[in-house]
């Protein structure tokens, strides 16, 4: 397995966004959908020390998180990556999306760049995501992806994994 941290923080471009690592001039555009351990920032001080523990955590091999960037206007339109270790060859793939870019394409492009990389970059032998049983969107979103339901959490939760062909 090739894990983070990395000598140079991997940058991935795709035809639609590319993936990047998120700048301190981000930290304004991304207030919004700044979480870290499922809290949620209401400041800029708040959203950057979320992204303080993020980097940290990347430089400790436990994540890695990118900013999802709109290859037509330069714009950050959300984050993605991958969260909580990598235990035993798996991945937790997350993502959010500022409401504006929602339904363009924007995380599909994304998260399918996000996967390549987990896939043929870290060799990660299983790729998973949790989302609220309720979030439709979500998983539905995750579905396109080749994601399949494979149980229902204690705390509400529906854990999808990707499934590949062989």
């Given at each position: 397995m090739n894990?983070?941290?990395?000598?140079?923080?991997?940058?991935i471009s795709g035809d639609k966004v590319s993936l990047r690592q998120i700048l301190p001039s981000d930290i304004h555009a991304i207030i919004d959908i700044?979480?870290?351990d499922a809290v949620k920032a209401s400041t800029t001080e708040e959203a950057?020390?979320?992204?303080e523990k993020i980097e940290n955590d990347y430089q400790e091999g436990n994540s890695i998180h990118w900013g999802i960037i709109d290859n037509a206007s330069g714009h950050i339109v959300g984050t993605c990556g991958y969260y909580r270790g990598f235990?035993?060859?798996?991945?937790?793939?997350?993502?959010?999306l500022l409401p504006q870019f929602r339904g363009q394409g924007f995380m599909t492009a994304a998260l399918q760049l996000a996967i390549n990389f987990g896939i043929e970059h870290m060799k990660l032998s299983r790729i998973w995501?949790?989302?609220?049983?309720?979030n439709h969107s979500a998983r539905k979103l995750f579905e396109r992806l080749?994601?399949?339901?494979?149980?229902?959490?204690?705390?509400?939760?529906?854990e999808?994994?990707?499934v590949r062909e062989t």
């Open positions: 894990l983070p941290p990395y000598d140079t923080f991997p940058n700044s979480f870290y950057t020390e979320m992204q235990y035993g060859g798996a991945g937790e793939l997350g993502c959010v995501a949790a989302t609220a049983t309720e080749n994601f399949k339901e494979v149980r229902d959490t204690p705390d509400g939760e529906v999808l994994e990707l």
